[in-house]
């Protein structure tokens, strides 16, 4: 049969024809594409010749097309524009699509093929030698080597993870989209600017009610616990936002999570490890999860000394203010936003009117024509939803095409929650190659009608962050799909992403593009000074927050027996780390979907703080040169991060452009833990 998402779209950097996908095709477009990439493969594997890497590596890496294809579609809609039919699609398709990955990695022939090939992979230019090792590591590690019976209790294993994973996720995006919390009076608000009462208002309507909607996503929620002054309703914002999917409704996931965690363990088990945490680090820089539990303990108890001490500053403030009961943790993101404006003069509500969507998006956009010599013109082009903008990606000196963009930047239901990048087509040189089509992802609070979308410096930051990520994959340059973009370790590809937050805050970005939404007067300078002097100001409160959770995700896949009373062990963990009692998980486990929709991120949430030590130690080599700009490095900058993907080992990549091995020190330095950390 053809399917509209079967032709030939993304050789043109188009997009297929969204009217024309109808729910129902997917299941038999599924299993048509798997049908025909197994019909690929195993024709590969049969070939009488003996096995070489023209004949069976980079066959193999243009194998499954449409399967492709028909997957990257279904994964915007199912992130984008999810219904409940698409859900029991997802449901009902992701175990057979674990299933057929897992019998084609286990092919015996596709061993004994990519095996031969490994020994004598000496022969072999070392782009193509780093493929062939990879795809060697990635077989052993998908349990080519077990005996039969083991080789079919990993297939299970992975079709009950798989619909485990889908499960969770559908749970979270129905709890955010299916219980927000709705406040009746506006006084109830009171401090709320007036344009966030006007969107919350709106969205109430909108869902035949009278009152004031909050959608339980962290942007909207704690841009209201930076503003509100009802305690009450700081409570009950924070204590719902904080307990999503912990009801014992059909949305709680508690039972989920020991499931999911005992077939990791399993699944460890069978392949040779100790626990799921040492099988889900071995292929990163890492290597070890006491590697990645060192790097967190050693900057654990220097985040909580910095919290400690912005604990008295938040207690003085409540005190001034007439409070005499205990701060709690609804109270942290007010009061911390309180001492901003005392100790540093930086109020939010004179901040956010630079900050509109559409000046920080350019402010991106333009940073990485800059640094790079690319240009991003807008192009009409129908895309999943009508809020989807498009932009051709080109090389400025040679003025020839290199990406296709596209962001959706706004919330809205049937959307699941938090920001990130994706591509609908990858990069790769092999049989006349292909230019990547990447695309955004955020959830901003979409303004009332007439309004501009008007961002915090937090949502600005993620805005750069998955922008940053976005060049990673379109600024690509490998020769094989599998090396491309983002295709690198995890504690590696958070890297492109954190360094480009560096940007946001540069003087020279931010007085050329964050300009007054009514005025269009660019930012003062002494606006400007309030926020680089506060940039370390709440470090050991956000530190912690990200810690505790990342702490949370290597001691759960560590441990010997999966935990029935996941609540108790949450407890238990953070009790053992000393977790100070005013401090929040970024993430609880019960609704930490990198955790546990689906396998990327489990033991592996650490990798953001890995980076951040490589992206510190990055931009500090433009901090050396005085210059956010300086030519020479941002040559090497996109020639060694983000346009070589995986092409060399990341220690070698970094190496290449710092001229050493990483060191701690510019993060230390940058979160102003230095004197309470150790440097490396």
């Given amino acids: 049969m053809t399917f509209p998402f079967f032709s030939d779209w993304d050789r043109t950097r188009s997009l297929p024809d969204f009217k024309a996908i109808k729910p129902d095709m997917f299941i038999p477009a599924f299993e ?36 492709d294809r028909v997957n990257d579609i279904f994964g915007i809609l199912t992130g984008t524009r999810s219904t409940k039919k698409l859900q029991k699609i997802d449901e009902k398709i992701s175990p057979k699509l674990s ?47 077990l005996p039969p019976e083991q080789k079919k209790r990993m297939i299970e294993i992975g079709e009950k993870l798989a619909s485990l994973h889908t499960k969770f996720g559908n ?41 004031y909607l909050i959608k339980l996503q962290r942007d909207g929620v704690e841009a209201i616990l930076k503003q509100c002054k009802v305690r009450a309703t700081r409570q009950k914002l924070h204590e719902a936002f904080v307990s999503r999917c912990d009801h014992g409704d059909e949305n709680d996931t508690k039972e989920l999570i020991p499931q999911i965690l005992k077939l990791r363990q399993e699944e460890a088990a069978l392949l040779g490890f100790a626990t799921y945490s040492h099988l889900a680090t071995v ?44 701060l709690q943790p609804w109270d942290w993101i007010y009061y911390a936003e309180k001492v901003r404006e ?32 690319i240009q991003l013109k807008p192009r009409k082009l129908k895309g999943w939803h009508a809020e989807v903008k498009a932009y051709d990606v080109f090389d400025k000196a040679s003025g020839q095409p290199i990406a296709l963009f596209l962001t959706d930047y706004f919330a809205r239901d049937g959307k699941q929650s938090g920001a990130w990048m994706s591509e609908l087509a990858h990069q790769y040189k092999i049989d006349g190659g292909q230019l990547p089509i990447v695309y955004n992802v955020c959830n901003y609070v979409k303004p009332a009608k007439g309004q501009p979308a008007l961002l915090t410096m937090d949502s600005a930051n993620t805005l750069f962050h998955e922008f940053g990520h976005a060049l990673h994959g379109m600024l690509s340059q490998a020769t094989y799909p599998s090396l491309a973009g983002t295709y690198v370790y995890r504690d590696f590809v958070e890297l492109p992403s954190q360094l480009y937050e560096h940007w946001l805050t540069e003087p020279k970005v931010m007085k050329q593009h964050l300009r007054h939404v ?150 230390l330095r940058h979160k102003g833990f230095v004197g309470d950390g150790k440097a490396a």
């Avoid at 927000?180 to 969205?203: F, H, M, N, Q, Y």
């Avoid at 303990?297 to 205990?326: I, V």
């Avoid at 759960?556 to 005013?582: F, N, T, W």
Wanted: charge should be negative; aromatic fraction near 8%; glycine fraction near 4%.
């Fill in 32 to 67: 048509q594409a798997m049908a025909e990439h197994r019909a690929e493969v195993e024709a590969i594997l049969n070939n009488p010749a003996a096995p070489t890497f023209e004949n069976t590596i980079v066959p193999l890496e243009l194998a499954g097309r449409n399967l």
């Fill in 99 to 145: 299933r057929h990955s897992s019998e084609i990695a286990l092919l015996p022939k596709l061993w004994e093929r990519t095996d031969a090939i490994y020994q004598q992979r000496d022969k072999l230019d070392p782009e193509a030698r780093r493929l062939v090792e990879e795809k060697h590591r990635d077989l052993v590690l998908s349990g080519a080597q």
């Fill in 171 to 211: 749970r979270l995006m129905n709890e955010v989209d299916g219980n927000p919390l709705l406040i009746d009076t506006a006084a109830e608000l009171e401090g709320v600017a007036s344009a966030t009462l006007e969107a919350l208002a709106e969205a109430a309507k909108k869902a035949g009610k009278s009152g």
């Fill in 283 to 326: 292929a990163n820089m890492a290597k070890t999860p006491e590697a990645a539990i060192g790097l967190m303990r050693d900057l654990w108890e220097p985040a909580k000394t910095a919290m400690a001490r912005e604990q008295k500053q938040l207690e003085a403030a409540a005190a001034a203010e007439g409070m005499n009961e205990k």
């Fill in 342 to 373: 005392k100790e540093y003069a930086l109020d939010e509500a004179i901040l956010k009117p630079y900050l509109s969507l559409n000046n920080v998006r350019k402010a991106a956009f333009k940073t990485a024509e800059k640094l790079f010599g």
């Fill in 518 to 667: 009514e005025t269009g007067e660019p930012i003062p300078d002494e606006l400007i000074e309030k926020i680089r002097k506060s940039a370390q100001f709440n470090e050991g409160f956000n530190t912690v927050r990200f810690l505790s959770s990342a702490l949370m995700d290597l001691e759960l896949h560590q441990l010997a027996q999966a935990p029935s009373d996941i609540a108790k062990a949450e407890q238990e963990i953070l009790a053992r780390y000393g977790m100070p009692p005013l401090a929040q998980m970024m993430h609880r486990p019960v609704h930490h979907s990198h955790q546990f929709s689906s396998g990327y991120y489990a033991s592996n949430y650490y990798v953001y703080m890995w980076a951040a030590v490589l992206d510190n130690d990055v931009f500090a080599a433009f901090e050396e040169k005085k210059n956010p700009y300086h030519k020479p490095t941002a040559r090497k900058l996109r020639e060694h991060i983000y346009s070589a993907g995986n092409t060399r080992h990341p220690m070698e990549l970094f190496k290449a452009f710092r001229g050493r091995e990483p060191k701690r020190d510019a993060l």
